[in-house]
């Protein structure tokens, strides 16, 4: 196996590129970094090329440039379309790092660095994967293209209108996204279904302005009042939630599916104190893994209005305010979901205050078939590097790209992740298991050659 022998043999390069990656501060929430961004694309247009890319540019969008990189190998062969982002989350609080953000310390077998999981180290596996075919039989088994954005950590603004601009340039027969994480080191997992999300904003008005307490208190309906009324009659006593024709669309989970689910590792106790609290709540007739990744969820996620500064102020505020979210699963349509949220707060709101209720744009849920042949080839090549089968999971938060991906290029994704649960994405301290980044590009080099054996192309392990 020429390419395995050539990634193991060199490792060492490999860590040092992808150090120098994890030194470019590429913030691109904070404009004064727009050069380092910049310049971090420029650099990963580099490497690719050096991989063996016969083509690799960079293209212009309203904001950060894409990375755009592709190796055609035979017309007959399946065409892997590989994204990833190369854009950081801001390294603060500082003071909370142990090593700097951005001069990777490899601490045992960690390398801690902003953006060492999310996104870097688990992108430039896939760079390193196809160097390891491209020096030893001259080429990946079937065809690539890499679209790398540099706007993911700050929601992809120009991502939809650039997939549908270059629709024809990216079209491929699967996407690749690494971008995810494993149960553990020795426990891969493939995240098979993710939940869509939308969000609404609430203002309920009273009075004009603020009154005096004193004077019209017990009088005036209060907008805090009335919108808490409101917000207590989203759910029942058992946590399901109340907004008519919520749950038409939910599909039921088989039993074959709750079983996979339940293989999940699992500790309840360990999960409460990670969450902080003493018990958990919810629909009793489905598990804390099930209510949490297979099933949809209403949250306020911030309520406010009147005075909230040091001591007091006693005013009947004229306003108050809410953010509501809500994970929706696959069949359930954002805008009608919405809609019919925003239908049910306005019927059962007090004919004492105003309420105006403000919808935005929503991203679908999303299953992919666990039997297609990517997901079967990147389980198999799961397997041979991890020495275990992957466990199928489902996961409860979002990933746009996935769906924009279906949406707009009519193709299904399969995550590749890589990182680990505690890698402390976002937060001071972010780091990246070392040898998964090796098992990385071992995992990625078998599903190439797995899913390239469909055809006969150039290139094999």
Known sequence: MKTLTYAQQHQARFLAELKEFLRIPSISTLPEHRPDVERAALWLQERL?????????????????????????????????????????????????????????????????????????????????????????????????????????????????????????????????????????????????????????????????????????????????????????????????????????????????????????????????????????GDPDYTIIERTTARPTLDVNGIWGGYTQAGTKTVLPATAHAKISIRLVPDQDPQKIAQRLKDYLLRIAPPTVRVAVTCFTGTRGIVVSREGPAMQAASQAYTEAFGRQPVFMRAGGSIPVVTMFHELLGIETVLLGFGLPDDRLHAPNEKFHLPNFYRGIETIIRFMAILGQQTDPPGRV
């Open 49 to 281: 090329l050096e991989a063996g890319f016969p083509t690799a540019r960079l293209i212009a969008t309203a904001g950060h440039p894409v990375v755009y990189a592709e190796w055609i190998v035979a017309s007959n062969a399946p065409t892997v379309l590989i994204y990833g982002h190369y854009d950081v989350q801001p390294p603060d609080p500082l003071e909370l790092w142990q090593t700097p953000p951005f001069e990777p310390t490899i601490v045992g077998d960690d390398i801690f660095a902003r953006g060492a999981a999310d996104d870097k180290g688990q992108l430039y596996a896939h760079v390193k994967a196809l160097e390891c075919y491209s020096r030893t039989v001259g080429a990946p088994p079937l065809n690539v293209k890499c679209m790398f954005e540099g706007e993911e950590e700050i929601g992809s603004p120009n991502l939809a209108p650039f997939i549908r601009e270059h629709a024809e340039l990216l079209a491929a027969d699967v996407a690749v996204v690494s971008d995810t994480h494993i149960l553990g080191k020795d426990m891969p997992s493939i995240i098979y279904a993710l939940r869509g999300l939308v969000a609404v904003e609430v203002e309920v008005r009273g009075p004009e302005q603020d009154l005096h307490s004193g004077i019209y208190g017990g009088a005036v309906h209060n907008p805090i009042h009335a919108l808490c009324e409101m917000i207590s009659r989203l759910h029942d006593s058992n946590g399901r939630v109340t907004v008519p024709g919520f749950y038409d669309a939910v599909r039921d989970l088989s039993p074959e599916e709750r079983a996979e689910l339940a293989r999940v590792p699992f500790d309840r106790e360990a999960w409460l104190r990670e969450a902080g609290v003493q018990s958990e709540w």
